[in-house]
């Protein structure tokens, strides 16, 4: 059974720097580019950042929501990718999903996603 597993989430104070991880169970993404959606409680979800894994070029794309204060990296020997947060605002305050893609061209569309996580929470709260 595939699964997408992610966690590193919780209770962060404004500015504050968490990181996230994404790992599969079951498979190997090496077909596949992996990416980040968040979705806010009444709010349309939103892909904020992509990359491809062992193929294509490996350059991330970002959200301009994100862009500057979000850093994704991928490591293809351990199977993971994490998501580096900083500079976090009350409105990054979103349930975090990890998914693997079928391309990453640019900030990702969920019309591409293939695996989708059950999600880490992330509050940004003083």
């Known amino acids: 059974q595939v699964q997408l597993v992610e966690s590193g989430g919780g209770l962060v104070q404004p500015g504050g720097s968490p990181r996230l991880s994404c790992a599969p169970i079951?498979?190997?993404?090496?077909?596949?580019?992996v990416g980040w959606f968040r979705q806010a409680p009444g709010k349309a979800r939103e892909g904020i950042t992509c990359?491809?894994?062992?193929?294509?070029?490996?350059?991330?794309h970002y959200s301009d929501s994100v862009k500057g204060r979000f850093t994704l990296s991928s490591d293809s020997a351990k199977n993971f990718v994490s998501l580096q947060m900083t500079n976090l605002h009350f409105e990054d305050s979103a349930t975090y999903h990890c998914?693997?893609?079928?391309?990453?061209?640019?900030?990702?569309?969920?019309?591409?996603?293939?695996?989708w996580g059950q999600g880490t929470l992330v509050t940004v709260s003083s």
């Open positions: 998914a693997t893609l079928r391309r990453c061209a640019g900030p990702p569309d969920e019309l591409d996603m293939d695996h």
């Open positions: 990359i491809t894994t062992t193929r294509g070029d490996g350059i991330p």
């Open positions: 079951g498979f190997n993404w090496d077909r596949y580019a």
